[in-house]
């Protein structure tokens, strides 16, 4: 087993990651700064994964901190250390993901993504731990030339965020070539991340009106919100609506699990995986199949196409598979009954008494 440095450990996937990570038996130290998230989360994951008032204290640690302070990235090292339980691996969760608003503020983009990975690179490698797994995106491949997309597709981002992901990537490289048997890294390229944990205790919880499809489906269904907008009803799909491969965020909780085993186990190496079902569905079998899952109605309208969207995306996860021996085990159905789960329980989100 071993003790990890979980950054974003509080947010949507790292919270859901967490709970498979304790269940696995590791040792977890949280450093957020809750910019997105909230404390509320975590002690929900210390309930799901059974711990009791002592060895939640030592099992998940949890530290208010920014990954852009390099001396506070120090300190958790070293403190760490010389409490006799040094830091083994870092899952690196921590960052801002929303594409929109990194055309508004790239330099906030650029400062948190790319300058936060390097502070806390530097902070890794001075204290000797250079195990990681990195949060990337299957938006780096921007408009795909070929779906199912595999790895070897061209790194083609279209906005900030994409960039951002892109150029810690290719830091990671860098690194790993500075010191080829040092490094152990997985940078996992996430495609649509969406669902629950099946309790309903910890879910997605945007601020504001949400920029993605799945949370604004469920926002509609429990009532926050009165319809849905379909962006396009024109594209080159079955049924004209955009086509995405939606990934249960348990099964990529359990991919962050495969990967760090794969890294610990393995020697030093740098793998880049796609983490997708492989499989798409158009935002219209999405609104049926939340539907199905709610027994509510998901009224919507057909608008124009949004600024930057493809018409498909679906991943390639045959490396995962061969690498890790990881694939989904959850389908739209799993995904739409644990969304709703969430939302139904929570319907104003962590801010709401459950
Ligand atoms: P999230 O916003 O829910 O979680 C990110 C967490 O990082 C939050 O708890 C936030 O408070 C924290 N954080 C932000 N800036 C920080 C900073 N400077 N210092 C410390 N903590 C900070 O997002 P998520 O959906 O859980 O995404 C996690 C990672 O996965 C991100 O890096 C994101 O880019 C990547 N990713 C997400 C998706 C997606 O659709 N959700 C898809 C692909 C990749
Ligand atoms: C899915 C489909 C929309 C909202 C984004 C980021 C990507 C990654 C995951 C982090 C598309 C349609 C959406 C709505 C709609 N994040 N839609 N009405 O754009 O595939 O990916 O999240 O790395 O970088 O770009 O996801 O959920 O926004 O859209 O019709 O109100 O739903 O057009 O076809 P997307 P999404």
Known sequence: MARLLITGGAGFIGSHTCVVLL??????????????????ALERVSALAQLDNQSCQARLQVRRGDIRDPAGLDNLFAQSASAGAPIDAVI???GLKAVGESMRVPLRYWDVNLTGSRCLLAAMDAHGCRTLVFSSSATLYGYPECVPIPETAPIQPINPYGHSKAAVEQLLHDLAASAPNQWRIACLRYFNPVGAHPSGEIGEDPLGTPNNLFPFVSQVAVGRRKSLQVFGGDWPTNDGTGVRDYIHVMDLAEGHRAALDCLLAEPAQLLTLN????????????????????GRQVPYEHVARRAGDAAITVADPSLALQ???WRTQRGLDDISRDGWAWQSANPDGYDEPG
């Open 323 to 325: 690498r890790l021996g």
């Open 92 to 94: 690196h969760f921590a």
């Open 23 to 40: 269940q696995a038996g590791h040792d977890l130290l949280v450093l957020d700064d809750f910019s997105n998230s909230t404390p509320l």
């Open 275 to 294: 983490l997708g079902s492989g499989q798409g569905a158009s935002v219209l079998e999405v609104v049926h199949a939340f539907e199905r899952a709610s």
